[in-house]
């Protein structure tokens, strides 16, 4: 029983972790994030030995960077053959549009199919305190959603946004934009350093398409029984 709505994340530094963690979790699950640290100490072979494993991956490495720098990192690490890779939204329009148009260019030119490109919108940790230090004047949602309808005018799949925004997020881009949820907690967990925060169930129901999950699943005494567990609460929302 796997949903592939639920994307685990494979935040630890060793391979041999990542295997270990991987095949515990089994045919329960098949959506994998990579994120920073297993990339920046594994590389590539994280990605190969994943798509072996007949796995999805989200690549998380929220490139933030010049336009030309942006695009032209997405295009090679789209060689590795990830699923969904993303940006920063910060980053502005051109550099989405400049990411997106060029991934979409050098696809077609290697006959190969286009990973969906996400934008990440405001940071699920970012809590009121550090908004107010970055010297915003909107309110954090008010923000996320520009951030959204700024990537999906240049061309981009979908968000990364706290569940706590989706539901204004599909208002403001329409049903086909991808929604990806990182700051999720089953009622009860420990809710690390996140703090914008919802359950499985509800986060779906406000119109998330992706739950990314990490601590609540890996540090969980027998984590094939936590992913388990949130599975059976998503499968209340379809
Ligand atoms: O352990 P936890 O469930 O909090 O993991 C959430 C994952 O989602 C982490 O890998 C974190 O980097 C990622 N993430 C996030 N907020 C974002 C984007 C990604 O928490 N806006």
Redesign the pocket.
């Known amino acids: 029983m796997s949903d592939d709505r639920l994307i685990v994340?494979l935040?630890v530094h060793k391979f041999s972790d990542m295997e270990k963690l991987v095949h515990t979790l089994g045919d329960s699950v098949s959506y994998y994030?990579v994120?920073?640290e297993l990339f920046y100490s594994e590389g590539a072979k994280v990605i190969s030995f994943l798509k072996e494993q007949g796995k999805s991956i989200f690549l998380?490495l929220?490139l933030h960077d010049i336009p030309n720098t942006v695009a032209e990192g997405l295009c090679s690490l789209m060689v590795q053959g990830a699923d969904i890779m993303n940006v920063h939204a910060s980053g502005g329009y051109t550099m989405m549009k400049t990411a997106a148009d060029r991934l979409h260019e050098k696809a077609s030119e290697m006959g190969i199919p286009c990973p969906k490109l996400i934008a990440?919108?405001?940071?699920?940790?970012i809590n009121q305190e550090d908004w107010a230090g970055l010297g915003m004047s909107s309110s954090i949602g008010e923000q996320v959603v520009r951030l959204a309808k700024l990537a999906q005018k240049a061309g981009l799949d979908g968000v990364?946004?706290?569940p706590q925004e989706a539901a204004a997020i599909r208002k403001a881009c329409g049903p086909d934009f991808l929604i990806v949820t990182?700051?999720?907690?089953p009622v009860g967990a420990n809710i690390?350093?996140?703090s914008r925060i919802a359950a499985p169930a509800s986060a779906l129901a406000n119109g998330a398409t992706h739950l990314?999950?990490?601590?609540?699943i890996?540090s969980a005494e027998d984590p094939r029984a936590a992913a388990e567990a949130i599975i059976k609460e998503m499968e209340s929302v379809k």
């Not at 990440?120 to 940790?125: A, G, K, P, Y």
């Open positions: 994340a935040d994030k994120g920073m998380d929220k990440v919108t405001i940071l699920t940790s990364v946004a706290s990182p700051g999720i907690r690390d350093d996140q990314v999950v990490g601590r609540p890996r």
